[in-house]
């Protein structure tokens, strides 16, 4: 257990309807990080917040996905109208920035798988 | 976005060492290096990581080329739990971030 924790940790859902997934980081983790990774691949870096501010989001992220970190704390990750092509899993990380910033060790949470029916 | 280049898949004995290689030829001078491992089932986990100097954990040694195109992890003991998929990942700065460009990794097997 690394101290990041996601839920659901499984969603099956119909092709067109909206899920949302919430990622809570370890508390003093001021670094958010979504993730997502298809079967046989590794992860794909989607968006990455510091603390409450969105600053940057992947290509990957279309204009269907959404993601917030309000307060800085916890993370929700919405898909709206999903497609089958959506089914994946999907990882948040967090980390403490450092005084060498690239000392950036990422905690990984478990993952919460998403199946498109 | 700089990358890496890992062998699909090896194969060990369990108790013996094990040299995972990483190619990263397009590497800037300011990129980190990091290893992470991702069991069945679970998100990566941290092994090792280094910018120039090799380095030594209680998981790990990295090794790092002198011209940093390529380092080596290292695994002095292997046993049936470090059977894992390991990526090598180049930290990529945009602005100050520091986002992990993750490959396909390379799936370790241990043989018992």
């Known amino acids: 257990d690394t101290g990041v924790s996601q839920d659901p940790r499984h969603k099956i859902t119909k092709r067109g309807q909206n899920v949302t997934f919430r990622c809570d980081p370890i508390s003093e983790h001021n670094r958010l990080y979504w993730y997502r990774q298809t079967l046989g691949q590794g992860p794909e870096f989607l968006t990455y917040f510091q603390n409450e501010a969105q600053l940057e989001k992947s290509r990957l992220l279309s204009d269907r996905f959404s993601a917030e970190r309000p307060k800085g704390s916890f993370s929700t990750l919405e898909i709206q109208r999903t497609e089958q092509g959506d089914s994946a899993m999907y990882l948040c990380?967090?980390?403490?920035?450092?005084?060498?910033?690239?000392?950036?060790?990422?905690?990984f949470g478990p993952g919460t798988r998403l199946t498109v029916l | 976005d700089a990358k890496t280049t890992q062998p699909n898949s090896m194969e060990s004995n369990e108790e013996e060492p094990v040299h995972l290689p990483c190619n990263h030829s397009t590497i800037s001078g300011t990129d980190y290096i990091h290893w992470y491992r991702q069991l069945p089932s679970q998100g990566p986990e941290y092994v090792i990581h280094g910018l120039t100097s090799n380095v030594n954990n209680r998981m790990a040694s990295l090794a790092i080329a002198e011209d940093r195109k390529s380092s080596t992890l290292i695994l002095h003991r292997a046993t049936l739990r470090d059977a894992a998929v390991y990526y090598c990942i180049l930290s990529h700065t945009t602005s100050g971030t520091y986002k992990y460009i993750f490959g396909t990794g390379t799936r370790l097997k241990v043989l018992a």
């Open positions: 990380a967090s980390s403490l920035q450092g005084k060498l910033a690239a000392y950036n060790e990422q905690f």
